[in-house]
């Protein structure tokens, strides 16, 4: 195994982590593991960048933290939860205090952007009244009051997003998972959305961004963990991108 | 659940139709042509087997008893045929009932000449059926009671009556069966297909945290729903059609009332209408359940 080369290696375990990672493995049927024991403590609140290039299991840790997948080796802590042991029947109750934002938006198109994010509280059953009264809120906070009715391919890259992120934020999650949120978008696009998420990690909710964008990671001085062949090989806070070569 | 997210539910499954139009066209077509055959064939089927029910209802067994047999042993024996299963009247003809009965039929005013009753030894029963089928196993009955002479019978009405039913029978339920599969195929396509076109809208659904079932519930009614337009428009066109073909032929063949009886609509939809409607709403819900399960792994 690779050495892992921490600048800070062992963070301090304590009683408000929200998220725990106990030397995990993932192992697909061939090839080498997707992570390889795998140690991880993300406290409640905070705001991290998980950064690395292509294979280097990024994805994997993220279809874990969602218990898309499950560890071969190792165990997964969210929110108080052992993913392992978890009941296929209690994943959506779990789920429900996620967020996932992905590059690609994954908006429905043939939906106005109310629709859209009513359409994440209409699927955990929430009431229509409830459904009025925070889908307007949301859109609010992420700078879309006046575009209630607009359709969706009528948006810009940046808009689309914030209708992504206010999909993500309405049913007020614990955690915000955002997979490559820039990764489609201009600069300045990129820039209001880091500030978006800023906002919803001020308000209390733990960001995990993961990412490729060097500017932004080195800009915005929070906790970085980089990742290599399934290992991390950094975890700073204020941290920066740091290259494969590195 | 919440009445919103049932409605919301059920909105998604009409809204389904909507998105896959063609599939759902198609689906209901076939399902309705399915179950358009199957109604033919039910009319067909129920119709014939009210011609053969009257017919067999004419088919009688006589038995006649051995010379000096009191009429109190001919009483007796008829109340025990009365007590078999398969036979529905027994009518006792006493042998002054058949001299008179011959007498107006076939002599007239030529039986004055008689002064005693010539058929003094022809008292009968007349036995009547309610299965045909069962023809052969009373005859075997009647042949070993003591007191009887002959038994007439048409064994060969009887054979030919039971053998169309069984026939019919066998080929309606053949028939019907593959009508039913090629219908479950059609509706399984049309909802994989529904998934498939859906499949980001699924994906997005479980990352969010919706139930297995609130995934799946709108694929479902949306299979209901094929098979339930599937059945009630061929229902209304069978109804429509059956209508003017009886008044037709009543009014047509007018002479051939006494043996094509054709049943009226309503005693046909008595039956046709639960039975298509189940069917259709059995094989949309059977169809989409199945491929939901194969196919939606949430």
């Given at each position: 195994m690779e050495k892992v080369r921490r600048k800070r290696v062992a963070r301090p375990v304590g009683e408000d982590d929200i998220i725990t990672l106990e030397n995990v493995t993932k192992s697909y049927s061939?090839?080498?593991?997707?992570?390889?024991?795998v140690t991880l403590h993300i406290k409640k609140g905070e705001f991290v960048f998980i950064v690395g290039d292509s294979g280097s299991g990024k994805s994997t840790l993220i279809k874990l933290l969602l218990r898309e997948l499950v560890p071969s080796d190792g165990k997964i802590t969210v929110m108080g939860q052992d993913l392992g042991r978890m009941r296929h029947r209690n994943i959506p109750k779990f789920r429900r205090k996620l967020g996932i934002v992905f590059q690609d938006f994954?908006?429905?198109?043939?939906?106005n952007v109310y629709e859209n994010v009513a359409f994440a509280q209409r699927i955990i059953q929430k009431s229509s009244r409830e459904i009025r009264k925070n889908v307007p809120s949301v859109l609010a906070t992420v700078g879309l009051a006046g575009k209630y009715k607009s359709k969706i391919k009528a948006l810009s890259g940046g808009e689309q997003q914030r209708v992504a992120i206010a999909r993500a934020m309405v049913n007020k999650p614990e955690i915000l998972l955002a997979d490559?949120?820039?990764?489609?978008?201009?600069p300045n696009n990129s820039w209001d959305i880091m500030k978006l998420m800023e906002q919803i990690n001020a308000n209390g909710t733990t960001v995990i961004i993961v990412t490729h964008n060097r500017e932004i990671v080195n800009a915005m001085h929070k906790r970085v963990i980089t990742m290599k062949k399934g290992v991390v090989i950094y975890d700073e806070e204020e941290g920066e991108y740091h290259d494969e070569d590195e | 659940m919440r009445m919103s997210s049932f409605f919301y539910t059920l909105g998604q499954g009409f809204k389904n139709l909507g998105r896959n139009r063609w599939y759902t066209l198609a689906s209901i077509a076939t399902i309705s042509a399915c179950l358009f055959l199957f109604g033919i064939f039910y009319s067909l089927v129920s119709n014939f087997q009210h011609v053969v029910k009257t017919a067999e209802e004419g088919v009688s067994v006589t038995v006649f008893f051995n010379e000096g047999t009191s009429e109190e042993v001919m009483l007796a024996a008829k109340s025990l045929i009365e007590k078999?299963?398969?036979?529905s009247k027994v009518v006792y003809i006493s042998a002054e009932e058949a001299w008179e009965s011959f007498k107006t039929d076939y002599l007239g005013e030529y039986a004055d000449g008689f002064t005693e009753n010539p058929l003094e030894d022809m008292g009968n029963l007349q036995i009547y059926l309610?299965?045909?089928?069962m023809q052969p196993a009373l005859v075997t009955y009647l042949e070993s009671i003591?007191?009887?002479?002959t038994v007439n019978r048409s064994e060969v009405t009887a054979s030919m009556l039971s053998g169309i039913n069984s026939l019919v029978a066998y080929v309606s339920m053949g028939i019907i069966g593959i009508l039913l599969l090629v219908s479950i195929f059609l509706i399984s396509n049309t909802v994989t297909i529904g998934i498939a076109v859906r499949r980001q809208e699924i994906e997005i659904m479980k990352y969010i945290g919706a139930t297995d079932f609130f995934v799946r519930a709108p694929f479902v009614i949306e299979g209901i729903l094929i098979g339930l337009f599937g059945s009630v428009i061929p229902l209304v066109i069978i109804y429509v059609i059956y209508n003017k073909a009886s008044f037709y032929l009543a009014e047509r063949f007018s002479m051939l009332n006494s043996i094509l009886d054709i049943l009226p609509v309503n005693t046909i939809f008595e039956a046709l209408l639960p039975i298509s409607i189940l069917i259709g709403v059995g094989i949309g819900f059977m169809g989409s359940v199945t491929t939901v399960r194969k196919h939606l792994h949430v």
């Open positions: 061939t090839g080498a593991p997707a992570l390889n024991g994954r908006l429905l198109m043939d939906r490559e949120p820039t990764g489609n978008l201009d | 078999r299963p398969e036979v309610s299965d045909v089928s003591n007191d009887i002479r």
